[in-house]
């Protein structure tokens, strides 16, 4: 399968368009986790980012690649909350025209904000792949340039320029802690700071509950993968069955994938909580949670990213005080 590889000249590249519209984002050592693992471990806060994750990288990369044609009549996308609320809020800087379809699965307090930045909805069906056929449909009829979640070189090497930041500022970086889903977020990632430092160790973090891109690298081809309910919601959907670029990337790049539970997710949600102060969704807290739960083979120092921040907040206050999800009675004192 001969796919779009993305290169660290391109990620280089996207770093100074965006630049003028992202937050760069701190690295910092996090005292908790350095003394729970006994070696140095630092967070990415790019959950910090504007609208509270990284997807406004990409999007803003892929936007500028545009034609004025392509601009006039609009975007579109399917999207699991972030990608959408990015683009939406993107193509509103540009005042262009923005439709994002999502499925059933995607919690109302994502749906809300990105009404809020003045994109159009459509809710349809039950997974991603439903959302994708109504995008395909709108592409065919009015011809709105679609701008995918992950599987595009433009996307990839925009959350790259994550990779080039982490580099500057933890240089003697040797294990990177990535979430993964599509693959856009690690591979650009993964490019940047092997182009830069290649023996550093790159290790992608899904949950077990429909982890599609482990299920594609272990068939030796992109495979569908049932969607279920998880804390990481923005960690569901597959990775495209047609996939021309994260696939090859990630297969090429990536060192090791390790998959968690429910539980060690929202471990992951509490600690950030308790120990960091900060405030994660599931997705973002897959990196501490591998670290808790004893998942990551330890070789300092490490960086862990975190993602992104919009989980709904009763569901955040429900996991802090200590609620198993899908329980309701407290699992500790
Ligand atoms: C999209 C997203 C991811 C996964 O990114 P991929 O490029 O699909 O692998 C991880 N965390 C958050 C918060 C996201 O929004």
């Known amino acids: 399968m001969a796919g779009t590889f993305v290169t660290l000249t391109e990620i280089e590249a996207a770093r100074p368009v965006i630049a003028p519209h992202i937050l760069r984002t701190p690295t910092v050592p996090s005292v908790s986790l350095s003394e729970r693992m006994g070696l140095v471990v630092h967070l990415k806060l790019e959950h910090r980012q504007i609208t509270g994750a990284f997807k406004l990288r990409g999007v803003l990369n892929a936007l500028n690649r545009l034609s004025p044609d392509e601009r006039r009549r609009g975007v579109v996308t399917a999207s699991t909350g972030n990608h959408g609320r990015a683009l939406a809020y993107a193509a509103g ?20 904000e990105i009404r809020k930045l003045g994109a159009e909805i459509r809710i349809v069906g039950a997974s991603q792949d439903d959302a994708q056929e109504e995008v395909d449909k709108i592409v065919a009829q009015d011809g709105l340039a679609m701008i995918p979640p992950f599987d595009s070189a433009a996307i990839v090497a925009g959350q790259g320029t994550i990779g080039l930041e982490i580099i500057e500022d933890v240089p003697d970086v040797e294990t990177v802690l990535v979430p993964l889903s599509g693959g856009g977020l690690i591979a650009g990632i993964a490019a940047a700071i092997k182009g830069l430092k290649p023996r550093t160790r790159i290790i992608g973090i899904s949950m077990q509950n ?20 998880s804390l990481a919601d923005s960690l569901g959907g597959g990775i495209g069955l047609n996939n021309r670029v994260t696939f090859g990337m990630v297969r090429e790049l990536v060192d090791e994938i390790v998959l968690l539970s429910e539980e060690e997710i929202a471990a992951g949600i509490a600690h950030a909580y308790a120990h960091e102060r900060e405030i994660i969704e599931g997705a973002a807290a897959v990196g501490i949670g591998a670290l808790l739960a004893g998942k990551i083979r330890l070789q300092g120092p490490v960086v862990a990213l975190l993602s992104g921040r919009n989980i709904d907040m009763e569901q955040h206050r429900r996991i802090v005080a200590g609620y198993h999800p899908g329980e309701t009675v407290p699992c500790r004192a």
Not at 93 to 112: E, F, H, T, W
Not at 215 to 224: I, K, R
């Open 93 to 112: 800087l540009q005042a262009m025209r923005s439709i994002i379809c999502m499925s059933n699965l995607v919690p109302g307090n994502k749906v809300d």
């Open 210 to 229: 429909g982890a599609a891109m482990a299920a594609s690298l272990t068939a030796g081809h992109p495979v569908s993968v049932v969607e279920q309910q």
